[in-house]
């Protein structure tokens, strides 16, 4: 017990010698670990899909036995309808996985038609530097073209490349928030 004390004890003393920079130093730093558990706590967009069409067809085809007896009985509303064993099964195991699948099938599709939106942006102000950094980005554009044609990179790894050569080239920082919302949608 002493020895958890010194600990806490010099802990203590150690936080106490801190001046305003230090603290808001700390501060930062809670505050990026909280949002980084935050956003790795929120599940993808097909996932919540998935669990609204599960969670559906658990209180629309699945009950207790006891709901069921008062539900026939008129006492209790419940999930009364009564289906074969081979719908059911459709219902509880196909139906939510189509439901994830084709939501992110969607979103992605969402978030390809928005990157190219971005990058046409990107490329307009990429258009107003200096002949010097655009000759740049077009040999590292010229060689990732080559890397794509030599079979290393797929047309979606390509794309991102390319997206995100154009992003650092037209000096507009992204939006961390909106970076965030991305990021978790595609993922």
Not at 120 to 130: P, S
Not at 163 to 174: D, E, H, I, V, W
């Amino acid at each position: 017990m002493d020895k958890i004390t010194d600990i806490l004890t010099d802990i203590v003393n150690r936080v106490k010698k801190w001046d305003q920079k230090k603290i808001a130093q700390e501060r930062k730093e809670v505050g990026r670990y909280l949002l980084k558990q935050l956003f790795n706590q929120i599940p993808g967009a097909s996932a919540v899909a998935a669990l609204l069409v599960g969670g559906w067809i658990a209180s629309t085809f699945t009950t207790s036995p006891i709901t069921a007896t008062l539900a026939s009985w008129g006492l209790m509303k419940g999930g009364t309808r009564v289906v074969s064993s081979g719908t059911y099964k459709f219902l509880s195991v196909l139906l939510p996985l189509f439901a994830a699948g084709t939501t992110a099938y969607s979103v992605q599709k969402l978030l390809k038609y928005f990157r190219e939106k971005e990058m046409e942006q990107n490329k307009m102000l990429v258009a107003q530097l200096d002949r010097e950094l655009q000759a740049a980005l077009q040999a590292k554009l010229d060689l990732l073209e080559k890397t794509r044609e030599a079979g290393l990179l797929s047309e979606s790894e390509y794309f991102t490349k390319k997206a995100n050569l154009y992003q650092t080239y037209s000096r507009k920082l992204p939006e961390k928030i909106r970076e965030l919302i991305i990021n978790k949608l595609a993922g």
